[in-house]
T-cell receptor
Framework: AQSVAQPEDQVNVAEGNPLTVKCTYSVSGNPYLFWYVQYPNRGLQFLLKYITGDNLVKGSYGFEAEFNKSQTSFHLKKPSALVSDSALYFCAVRVTGGGNKLTFGTGTQLKVEL | GAVVSQHPSWVICKSGTSVKIECRSLDFQATTMFWYRQFPKQSLMLMATSNEGSKATYEQGVEKDKFLINHASLTLSTLTVTSAHPEDSSFYIC????????????FGPGTRLLVL
């Protein structure tokens, strides 16, 4: 079975500071990893994904994530946070041949303050 | 990116009635769509996988007779909540898998259902 852990329910960051939202995963097989963002009462917006290749993945709105196989992590990062980045962030994983079923983490609420 | 729409965006209904939610891929064809349910401040729970032209595959614990899914075309899937009860109140979100970018699911904006 595949699983995703987002150890922090909430992350608070000052605007302009770097942010990190943590994600670790557990799969049997090669993982496909995703980050999505959800604004209040909205669906999920795709941010970025890791399928294969370069471990550092760049995505929308200046976000990036680094795939670390040895630590089974896929932390989301941004060098300089904006107040508008405040939202709920979900990490998700699926395995190759897994029928495209995504398993989501419990989400991390990011709050960026002035 | 690919756009997925849902209709309605919110609905209030009486207990015992049925509600249909539409999920459309607007600028691409989707052989596979997914239906999720999200409770307040919780993650998404996959309810079923909808394949165009065939029966949906339901996750364990999801009643297929209560949550009817139809995927009649490559751009439309519908979820019907039959004989709705207050405990069915939730945020329902669909997603579609892009054929040309098979690894990625694109999500609709969600439908808020409130059963009185």
């Amino acid at each position: 079975a595949q699983s995703v852990a987002q150890p922090e329910d909430q992350v608070n960051v000052a605007e302009g500071n770097p942010l990190t939202v943590k994600c670790t995963y557990s799969v049997s097989g090669n993982p496909y990893l995703f980050w999505y963002v959800q604004y209040p009462n909205r669906g999920l917006q795709f941010l970025l994904k890791y399928i294969t290749g370069d471990n550092l993945v760049k995505g929308s709105y200046g976000f990036e994530a680094e795939f670390n196989k040895s630590q089974t992590s896929f932390h989301l990062k941004k060098p300089s946070a904006l107040v508008s980045d405040s939202a709920l962030y979900f990490c998700a994983v699926r395995v190759t041949g897994g029928g495209n079923k995504l398993t989501f983490g419990t989400g991390t609420q990011l709050k960026v303050e002035l | 990116g690919a756009v997925v729409s849902q209709h309605p965006s919110w609905v209030i209904c009486k207990s015992g009635t049925s509600v249909k939610i539409e999920c459309r891929s607007l600028d691409f064809q989707a052989t596979t769509m997914f239906w999720y349910r999200q409770f307040p401040k919780q993650s998404l729970m996959l309810m079923a996988t909808s394949n165009e032209g065939s029966k949906a595959t339901y996750e364990q614990g999801v009643e297929k007779d209560k949550f009817l899914i139809n995927h009649a075309s490559l751009t439309l899937s519908t979820l019907t909540v039959t004989s709705a009860h207050p405990e069915d109140s939730s945020f329902y979100i669909c997603s579609a898998r892009v054929i040309s970018v098979q690894e990625t699911q694109y999500f609709g904006p969600g439908t808020r259902l409130l059963v009185l």
